[in-house]
């Protein structure tokens, strides 16, 4: 039998990002203020990687 191992970089990916938003959505949670700042903060953590590669660039000065 051959083996596929043409989806195995995703599973990857998949759980990076998983435990990138469940760690996102923690932190911004727990530093809402307010029920806005808190829908705010689920919001953010959907969209982490685009939060972290803005901060990235900024600190490089890209």
Same mark, same amino acid.
């Given at each position: #039998?051959?083996? %596929?191992?043409?989806?195995?970089?995703?599973? $990857?990916?998949?759980? $990076? +990002?998983?435990?990138? @938003? /469940?760690? =996102? *959505? /923690? +932190?911004?949670? !727990? %530093?809402?203020? %307010? @029920?806005?700042?808190? =829908?705010?903060? $689920?919001? !953010? %953590? *959907? /969209?982490?990687?685009? +939060?972290? =590669? +803005?901060? $990235?660039?900024?600190?490089?000065? #890209?």
């Amino acid at each position: #039998m051959s083996e %596929s191992k043409g989806n195995a970089g995703g599973a $990857v990916g998949g759980a $990076v +990002y998983g435990l990138g @938003f /469940v760690g =996102a *959505l /923690v +932190y911004f949670i !727990q %530093s809402a203020t %307010s @029920f806005w700042d808190g =829908a705010y903060g $689920v919001f !953010q %953590s *959907l /969209v982490w990687p685009a +939060y972290f =590669a +803005y901060g $990235v660039f900024h600190f490089l000065k #890209m």
